[in-house]
């Protein structure tokens, strides 16, 4: 953190919910946990984020609103019968078009609800500079005298741990872009915010599980951020000096409570069909929108122990358009379905029977539930002795459950407004970025190299010729292996490296990634280029073998950085490695 920052205001851009936080520099000394966070009105409905969604001008690059006031202006435009919404962008839960894209590209497109595309990092970058103008106007308000400047600004932007490289990239371009100086700008990965700040909840701000003595040191145990779009899972020791350390490498999936929305999507449409669904929510966007709203508050109350009907508003709108469609009466149409008498059309009330509500959420929770399971095979996370859920969708009770029955030897931890712990986390973290000792990589990092050709190792179509010696090109130099502890912000141990011939004035260092242990060339299955650095030898006058160029590596918050010397000389070359091409 710059000596000039009075304040650190984090950004927790999610799936289906997004907002900012921030506390003081002197308030975080006294009170670490003293974190302020705007109320975002949605109706009768105010809470401490907002949907992220954003409506953005026909004109294609100016933002217009964001969150609730997106949804109600966008359903004012689609009201109207001349389709004048259509000229609009709007995009909702967009955030997941980054999840899982390693060779991810910053020019990517993406498409709105009418599949009208923008270039992706205006969308995100005019997001993160409205929620960054909404943090500094709101906060100066507050202030009796002056304001706060930007460069008194620590910014912090999370992101899910198992994100790749690029995708992390990707978004601190953004938030550049956005307005936010690089300089003042951290990554924080969710889990660990999560974990951060949980550690210094006392007891009575859990809803079950224990507090402070869960995470004293050599405690060892699972944080599970459980979010709208992923489910992002990472183990954490912690330290004697109170650091974490992370054990076992990030992991995770699609499983968020978004799921439970798609399958409740699908539910309807197997009432209605494909088609009259389509043209619902083509042609009457206010009442789609509002019977999710609807859907989204009646989910939060599912819960394993009910044995009662869950009802839900069915729009008129959806009626008349099957009744248009088919001829028939939707309610009678319904009775014929493979539910039966397990869901009831009764006028505009549909009644839902429990165990088939239950049923929407069985794909998210399996899925997890399988993947713990997986992950508790490794001896590493065997000594697990509790599992910390954070996130939004950690509050639904059937996830609660699905754990807890599944694992019933392990200590469940929920920390109150669970979905608010990674964005106060990460104001925590932009305080004291250094909470986090160690990484576990995701990926196996190395450069490119030559040696010389082995017969009996090397491919026949690797063999190249140099100044009259015979090199077998593409070699993967292995640096760190996936899997591998790493220490932040602690150089590898340099490799040296000669020039191929005698000529050569300059070493090219072409930096790789892996999704396997030991690749042999970097042209293998599952390699990918991330960078290049060119170091220059000034002096080709000495013999090639004294030219050698030493390369090293180090892992930072989110980013490698490689260093490059001239052994000779001590010539220095570094570069961060651009994960985007």
């Not at 609730?68 to 000229?87: C, G, V």
């Amino acid at each position: 953190m710059a000596s000039t920052t009075l304040l650190v205001a984090a950004i927790d851009f999610g799936t289906t919910y997004s907002g900012w936080a921030f506390s003081f520099k002197h308030e975080y000394e006294t009170d670490p946990t003293k974190i302020g966070a705007r109320q975002w009105q949605g109706g009768q409905l105010i809470s401490m984020k907002a949907p992220t969604t954003v409506l953005i001008k026909p004109d294609a690059k100016t933002f217009d609103s964001f969150g609730y006031e997106a949804e109600r202006k966008y359903t004012d435009l689609a009201s109207n019968d001349n389709y004048e919404h259509k000229r609009w962008y709007y995009f909702r839960r967009f955030k997941m078009m980054l999840h899982g894209k390693m060779g991810l590209d910053r020019n990517i497109n993406l498409e709105d609800e009418t599949q009208k595309a923008l270039p992706a990092k205006t969308v995100f970058s005019l997001v993160i500079r409205y929620l960054k103008e909404d943090m500094m106007k709101n906060t100066n308000n507050q202030l009796s005298s002056g304001n706060i400047t930007e460069d008194e600004i620590t910014w912090v932007l999370t992101v899910p741990a198992i994100w790749t490289d690029a995708a992390k990239q990707f978004m601190r371009e953004a938030a550049v872009e956005a307005g936010i100086k690089n300089e003042n700008l951290k990554i924080a990965l969710e889990p660990e915010t999560a974990s951060i700040y949980c550690r210094l909840l006392p007891i009575e701000k859990m809803i079950e599980g224990g507090g402070m003595a869960s995470f004293k040191p050599g405690s060892v145990y699972m944080v599970m951020d459980a979010g709208g779009g992923t489910i992002d899972i990472t183990v954490h020791e912690v330290l004697s000096d109170g650091k974490l350390k992370e054990l076992h490498k990030a992991s995770g999936g699609a499983w968020g409570g978004n799921q439970v929305d798609e399958a409740y999507r699908q539910f309807l449409i197997s009432l209605v069909g494909n088609r009259v669904f389509r043209r619902f929510q083509d042609e009457k966007k206010e009442d789609y929108l509002d019977m999710f709203r609807d859907f989204e508050i009646k989910k939060r109350d599912i819960a394993p122990d009910i044995n009662y009907k869950v009802t839900i508003r069915l729009p008129s709108s959806l009626k008349e358009i099957f009744e248009d469609e088919s001829g028939e009466d939707l309610g009678k149409a319904i009775a014929q379905k493979k539910y039966g008498n397990e869901v009831v059309l009764a006028g505009d009330k549909l009644r839902i029977n429990n165990a088939v509500m239950k049923s929407l959420f069985s794909n998210a929770t399996e899925s997890t539930v399988t993947h713990v399971k997986d992950l508790m095979k490794d001896k590493i996370v065997r000594n697990v002795s509790s599992i910390l859920m954070v996130g939004g969708f950690s509050e639904s009770k059937m996830l609660q459950h699905a754990i807890r029955a599944s694992f019933p030897n392990v200590k469940v931890i929920i920390p109150h407004e669970a979905g608010l712990v990674v964005l106060k986390g990460a104001v925590i973290f932009g305080h004291s970025p250094s909470s986090v000792s160690h990484r576990v990589c995701k990926y196996t990092y190395g450069i490119s190299t030559t040696s010389t050709f082995d017969n009996k190792k090397h491919d026949i179509k690797k063999r190249i010729h140099r100044d009259e010696t015979t090199l077998c090109s593409d070699l993967f130099a292995k640096y760190v292996e996936i899997g591998e502890s790493v220490a932040l912000n602690v150089a590898t141990k340099a490799e040296s490296f000669i020039p191929t011939t005698e000529s050569q004035s300059s070493v090219g260092v072409e930096i790789y990634a892996s999704t396997h242990k030991s690749p042999m060339y970097v042209t293998d299955d599952g390699c990918l280029k991330l960078g290049y650095v060119s170091v220059n030898i000034l002096d080709t006058s000495v013999p090639r073998d004294e030219r050698c160029v030493l390369v090293s590596m180090t892992f930072g918050g989110t980013e490698i950085e490689v260093t490059a010397t001239e052994e000779r000389t001590g010539t220095i070359t570094k570069a961060t490695v651009n994960f985007l091409g």
